[in-house]
């Protein structure tokens, strides 16, 4: 699997209903970034998480990091009908020395009003 | 202040022909990336500029492919000759110095269709 891997590919639920997509990775990271983009549009940053951080939070967004696991996981709490996007996962990487983040396949929310 | 943007939004050529997609970063970010994304598959990063210098191509498929970023400035992609499977969509960031410590801000992508 690919190096920021979102899982599940496709998530459809109702509004007002909490919504979680996970990812997972496989080298060391120094932070895990969690991007939105909606049909047609640019990713858009929601999130960063540093590698020593567990947890972090940002309106309806929580994002918790495994790094024993190298696993990520982002809820989006209370979820509206404008939710309805792809979210993708990306990481740093680590010490291998490359300065640009690794993306997943995205994970497509489909909320419905 | 404006965003990244990319420029054409949406680009038809057949196979053989040449593409030139560029992009403008956000005034002032010494970082420009480009990624691509083919038939809904993860988003592969093809290279890095650190201002008109290529700081990493590692992610460039071929000699096909050709990026420039004279003066530090706009960054154009050219693909030369297009191939079917370069069909897909071409994003651009930017992003201001301290990569790893802050977000990417995306253009809107160049979508290419190759026939």
């Known amino acids: 699997s690919q190096q920021g891997e979102e899982d599940p590919q496709a998530l459809s639920i109702q509004e007002g209903e909490n919504a979680t997509m996970n990812c997972s990775y496989k080298?060391?990271?120094?932070?895990l970034q969690w991007y939105r983009q909606n049909s047609g549009r640019g990713l858009v940053h929601l999130i960063l998480?540093?590698?020593?951080?567990r947890e972090k939070h940002s309106g309806r967004l929580r994002v918790t990091l495994d790094t024993s696991k190298k696993s990520s996981s982002l809820l989006i709490t209370a979820s509206r009908a404008a939710d309805t996007a792809s979210y993708f996962c990306a990481t740093d990487a680590g010490d291998t020395g490359r300065r640009a983040l690794t993306f997943g396949s995205g994970t497509r929310l489909q909320v419905q009003p | 202040e404006a965003g990244v943007t990319q420029f054409p939004s949406h680009s038809v050529i057949e196979k053989g022909q040449t593409v030139t997609l560029r992009c403008d970063p956000i005034?002032?970010?010494?970082?420009l990336y480009w990624y691509r994304r083919v038939m809904g598959k993860e988003i592969k990063f093809l290279l890095h500029f650190v201002k008109e210098s290529k700081q990493d191509e590692s992610g460039m498929p071929n000699n096909r492919f050709l990026a420039e970023r004279t003066g530090g400035t706009y960054s154009t992609l050219k693909v030369q000759p297009a191939e079917l499977e370069d069909s897909g969509v071409y994003f651009c960031?930017?992003?201001?110095?301290?990569?790893?410590?802050?977000?990417?801000?995306f253009g809107e992508g160049s979508r290419l269709t190759v026939l």
């Open positions: 998480i540093r590698s020593n951080e």
């Open positions: 080298t060391s990271i120094n932070n």
């Open positions: 005034s002032g970010h010494d970082n």
């Open positions: 960031a930017s992003s201001q110095v301290g990569w790893n410590t802050g977000e990417l801000f």
